[in-house]
């Protein structure tokens, strides 16, 4: 799969601070032709500013990074367009006018924010995927809290994508196993993968999974499957280092799995906090809604959409706080407290 790169060559066109809206730094195109995941609708499903339409198809995934950090992973801004310098649409690779959606993407695979500086996004176009000749200069209208930017971005190379992973998942089995299994979409001159645990802050490499492609070539989706003999009575962290043949490396996005003496569905740790950071564990893959709120009820930060079974909250300053969680799917609710030192 291609991926390519945008780089930022004007911080606006029109100014205004950071507070108001961040411009883009870079646009990574992840994938092309409706390979994005699975909780990527396969027709645009509308956002705040623009309309659910099935004339707009699902093409693929992008990566945006922001020139500064956002308040909160999901305050990340909305992408009204992406268009030519003098506001036309943007073209495929058959020189054919395409018009462009975007969406936020909040899946566990590939999507999960990991840094409050980038985010994925869904996106949808009504005639082709998205093709950006080696110069092209584009321009990319965000909103933010209600205000508009418009920042000027250029192609300026083209990368292939070793390995496109397409899922990821860490389920305890019982209390002395963990079942882990992840699928690629494609791959290219990839060797293998190392499964890595964590426990108490150190990364170690507990297996070596060698890739189930011909010559480590595959343009199909290929699945792999790992048991871990894991008895660790608190939360231990998976991720999976895939390798290629030349040395080059990349990392999955990580799952974390309680021990069977952790009761609750929904763990809160480090719990109290000394560094204004939390993570929360939940019980199984689904997507919620979280709100944090200090002792007198204020809110503090919202994450609107979260899948996964993992969410990191930071800044937080010293307090008490509630993190309310509601389950989109059952609209069951939990509410942990937590405290910050």
């Keep these: 799969m291609k991926r390519i790169l945008l780089s930022i060559l004007a911080s606006s066109l029109i100014m205004c601070s950071y507070a108001q809206t ?5 646009i990574n195109v992840i994938n092309n032709g409706g390979n994005a995941t699975a909780n990527c609708p396969s027709t645009f499903p509308g956002n705040s500013s623009q309309n659910a339409s099935a004339t707009f198809k699902k093409e693929g995934e992008v990566k945006i990074t922001f020139e500064s950090a956002l308040a909160t992973p999901s305050s990340a801004p909305l992408v ?3 268009t030519k310098l003098d506001g036309s649409p943007v073209k495929d690779k058959k020189n054919k006018d395409i018009n462009i959606r975007f969406v936020w993407e909040a899946s566990a695979g590939g999507s999960n924010v990991s840094t409050t500086t980038y985010g994925y996004y869904c996106y949808y176009s009504d005639n082709g995927n998205l093709f950006n000749g080696s110069g092209e200069r584009y321009l990319a209208t965000l909103s933010y809290s209600g205000n508009i930017q418009t920042c000027e971005i250029t192609d300026i190379a083209e990368i292939v994508t070793p390995v496109l992973f397409k899922g990821f998942t860490a389920d305890r089995k ?4 963990v079942s882990l299994k992840w699928t690629t979409a494609s791959e290219q001159n990839n ?3 190392y499964v890595q645990r964590n426990v108490g802050g150190e990364w170690k490499n507990v297996a070596f999974v060698f890739s189930a492609a011909d010559g480590g070539n595959s343009t199909s989706d290929l699945s792999y499957a790992f048991n871990d003999a894991n008895t660790e009575k608190g939360i231990s962290q ?3 280092l895939q390798v290629d043949f030349d040395g080059k490396a990349m990392f999955s996005d990580i799952r974390a799995i309680r021990g069977e003496s952790i009761i609750s569905k929904i763990t809160v740790y480090p719990n109290p906090s000394t560094d204004g950071k939390v993570n929360v564990v939940f019980e199984s893959t689904s997507v919620r809604d979280v709100l944090v709120n200090d ?5 503090i930060k919202r994450f609107a959409g979260v899948a996964g079974n993992t969410l990191v909250i930071d800044n ?12 989109r799917n059952t609209a069951a609710t939990a509410v942990e407290k937590v405290v910050v030192n």
Excluded: V
Excluded at 22 to 26: A, D, K, N
Excluded at 174 to 177: D, F, L, R, Y
């Design 22 to 26: 961040p411009c883009t730094r870079t």
């Design 80 to 82: 009204l367009s992406i």
């Design 174 to 177: 019982n209390s002395t196993s």
């Design 191 to 193: 060797k293998g993968f």
């Design 238 to 240: 998976y991720r999976i």
């Design 295 to 299: 002792l007198q009820g204020r809110l």
């Design 316 to 327: 937080l300053k010293k307090g008490f706080y509630s993190i309310k969680i509601t389950d």
